[in-house]
Nanobody
């Protein structure tokens, strides 16, 4: 059974950086699309970024484009989210998820395995 475990969250000042990691179990990691989502207090979970199988294709929410970078290391079964120029509105629980979709997807419903989440808090 696939398991995803996020790490790297924490408290950072506005303008700072954090790097989230998501370690996956399973032998077919390289065949999954991986995504990051986030949920702020009182809000619905929203798409942040996604990366296709080989890592060459990435997609971002407009709110994080130019500040966040998603990457993956298939040899280590790990996906990363580098977050720079953080803003207080980036405060949320961040989740990684895997999808067996045949193409890039931003829809929660197309992701079938989720991690437990990691808290990111950005102070002003």
């Amino acid at each position: 059974q696939v398991q995803l475990v996020e790490s790297g969250g924490g408290l950072v000042q506005a303008g700072g950086s954090l790097r989230l990691s998501c370690a996956a179990s399973g032998r077919t990691f390289s065949s999954w699309i991986m995504g990051w989502f986030r949920q702020a207090p009182g809000k619905e979970r929203e798409f942040v970024a996604t990366i296709l199988w080989g890592g060459g294709n990435t997609y971002y929410a407009d709110s994080v484009k130019g500040r966040f970078t998603i990457s993956r290391n298939n040899a280590k079964n790990t996906v990363y989210l580098q977050m720079d120029s953080l803003k207080p509105e980036d405060t949320a629980v961040y989740y990684c998820a895997s999808s067996k979709s045949i193409g890039p997807t931003v829809l929660e419903s197309t992701y079938d395995t989720w991690g437990q989440g990691t808290q990111v808090t950005v102070s002003s």
